[in-house]
Structure formats: structure tokens, C-alpha cells
């Protein structure tokens, strides 16, 4: 009889865990957890819903995902709860064996979905897609028109932005340094002739020493362009460097100040936008920076650079 009460109360026991995982896992959530729908949550017309009918049947979701997460790059704008109100069930998907799909909508016109679930290999080389031809004529519109949805109401900030992660924290990072004063640039410049000169030019026109090794040419930071990098785009490009490029990721070197520094530095070398800059296709030693440049004093430079934000008068800074 003993024997039987402690099995008995194993079993209560038991029971009561598996019931208060699923409390908290599940109804918990579903009861108390409601967002508000953001501007990127999409109102489906019919044949978009068909489409996503079509999407989970054929179990689109079991090779993709749909929600990109704070640490991901290059798959656009992370997305939020809000984001799905107005989907039921979802279809998040777990793996990422193809690629996420939270931001397709528009980057694509009809024509390439329609190919590429035809014939995917000749779309996208060695993709391991199966091939979709036995859907019909209608089933195939409706399912293009619904990937067409996704993302397509998520904006982003600016055109050129660096990935959520370092959005996020930068307002963090950048207490450290005010990048917008004259004396963080002065340090940055001589951060930036210590480890970036002999590629990027002692001007940081391109045309540093080490630049005529180089298939892909150092940036010159005088473009134009570089004037819609936002402080977060530098910091983010000096950190982790450019993929498919010889710059380095500095983070593996420099302090979080120490690139700082050089954020506020390399904020001054953009000409103004319409302004036209010569750009360098450095081949042979004669394109590059003299290297006596490397001695001359940082205010002596600045003076000859006159459109520069801390030129002033005999070339002291403001």
C-alpha cells in the first residue's frame, strides 16, 4: 500500500511540472501577451491568403524563416511581434536552409519567382531547392503574389544602414567619445596614420603604398558617398571591416575609444555632395601618397585642406 501512495504521488508530481510548462509556455503567453500591430504587420487580400495556403502546404517553411532576428546581416530590417498580428498559424519556420524570407517582397519581380520555382538551379546555382513545376497556372500567381507581401510594409531608416545589432548598442559605445569634437579628430588622425595610411593614403584618398598590391582598391574616403555614412555606418565598417576586401576587422586590435577616434576623424574627409573628387586607380609607385606626408604635422595638412571642418585661418583647428 505504501508502495502504490509513493507512485501515487510520483505521478501527482509529475503531472503538475508537465501542466505548469505548458501554463507557462503556452497559455500564459497566449493570454497576456498581445502586441499592437507595427507598420510592417500586412492586411492580406484573398489571393495573397491563398498563396500563403499554398506556402504551407507544400511546406515552404519547413527550408525558411520569416523573422529576422538582432544579430543577422544582410537580410534587411529586423522584425517585430507586431509584425505578425494579423497571421494565424504562423509560419516563422525553425531552419535556415534556405535563405530568410522576411523581406523578399519587391526585391524580386514576378518573373524571377515564377523561373526560379520552375527551374531554381538556374536562378540561384547550386541551390538545393526542389523544383515546383507541378503547380498549377493559379497556384503559382497566388504563391508569388504572397512572398510578394513579405516585408513589403517594413521600412528602412536610411539606404545606407548598418546592421540592427549595432544600431542597437551604439548610443552605448559612443558615450565614450564625443566623435563630433576637434580633439577626437586629431587623435583619430594619428589612429588613422598609424593603421590606415599605407593603404588608404595619407589623405585617405585611396592611394596609400600597399595599394598597388591590391585586385580591390582601398576606399577613398573623400567621395561624396561616405557624407550619408551615419556615425553607427563608420563604426560598424572600422569594427568588422568589408567582406570581399583586405580591410581588417579592427576590433580585433583597436579599443572601442581608439575607433571612436577614428569615426570622428574619417567624418571629415567627405567632400560635400555634388562636389567632384579624382578617384585613384593606384597601379605603380609614383600614384601614391609621399610618404614624407607621414611626419608633417596634422594642422599643417588640414590647412591645405580648406573645405575641411577644422581648417580656420593659419590652420589651427576650431
Not at 580591410?247 to 574627409?269: G, H, I
Request: net charge neutral.
Amino acid at each position: 500500500m505504501e508502495q502504490r501512495v509513493n507512485y501515487l504521488i510520483a505521478g501527482v508530481f509529475v503531472a503538475l511540472i508537465f501542466l505548469t510548462i505548458i501554463f507557462v509556455t503556452a497559455i500564459l503567453p497566449a493570454t497576456t501577451f498581445q502586441p499592437k500591430p507595427t507598420p510592417g504587420a500586412v492586411k492580406y487580400t484573398a489571393q495573397e491568403i491563398r498563396g500563403r495556403n499554398i506556402y504551407r502546404r507544400e511546406g515552404c517553411f519547413y527550408c525558411h524563416s520569416q523573422f529576422v532576428r538582432k544579430q543577422d546581416r544582410d537580410m534587411g530590417e529586423m522584425v517585430q511581434a507586431g509584425d505578425y498580428v494579423n497571421e494565424t498559424p504562423h509560419v516563422l519556420g525553425t531552419e535556415r536552409t534556405g535563405p530568410d524570407l522576411s523581406n523578399i517582397g519587391g526585391k524580386y519581380p514576378d518573373g524571377w519567382h515564377w523561373a526560379h520555382h520552375i527551374q531554381p538551379r538556374k536562378m540561384k546555382p547550386g541551390s538545393i531547392m526542389p523544383p515546383f513545376s507541378h503547380l498549377t497556372e493559379a497556384e503559382m500567381t497566388d504563391l508569388i503574389a504572397y512572398l510578394q507581401t513579405l516585408g513589403r510594409n517594413r521600412k528602412v531608416p536610411s539606404w545606407i544602414v548598418p546592421p540592427q545589432e549595432i544600431r542597437d548598442d551604439y548610443h552605448l559605445i559612443a558615450e565614450a567619445v564625443d566623435v563630433n569634437s576637434a580633439a577626437a579628430a586629431n587623435a583619430g588622425r594619428g589612429i588613422f596614420q598609424q593603421n590606415c595610411a599605407m593603404c588608404h593614403g595619407v589623405n585617405g584618398q585611396g592611394n596609400g603604398p600597399v595599394s598597388t598590391t591590391m585586385m580591390k582598391k582601398p576606399a577613398n574616403f573623400h567621395r561624396p558617398f561616405y557624407k550619408a555614412y551615419s556615425d553607427a555606418m563608420w563604426y560598424w565598417r572600422i569594427a568588422e571591416g568589408v567582406p570581399g576586401t583586405r580591410m581588417p576587422r579592427w576590433n580585433k586590435a583597436l579599443s572601442d575609444e581608439d575607433m571612436l577616434y577614428l569615426v570622428a576623424y574619417l567624418k571629415t574627409l567627405p567632400l560635400p555632395v555634388g562636389t567632384s573628387t579624382q578617384e585613384y586607380e593606384v597601379t605603380e609607385f609614383s600614384q601614391v601618397n609621399d610618404p614624407a606626408d607621414l611626419s608633417r604635422n596634422f594642422y599643417e595638412i588640414e590647412s591645405l585642406n580648406k573645405g575641411g571642418p577644422y581648417y580656420y585661418g593659419g590652420g589651427r583647428s576650431k
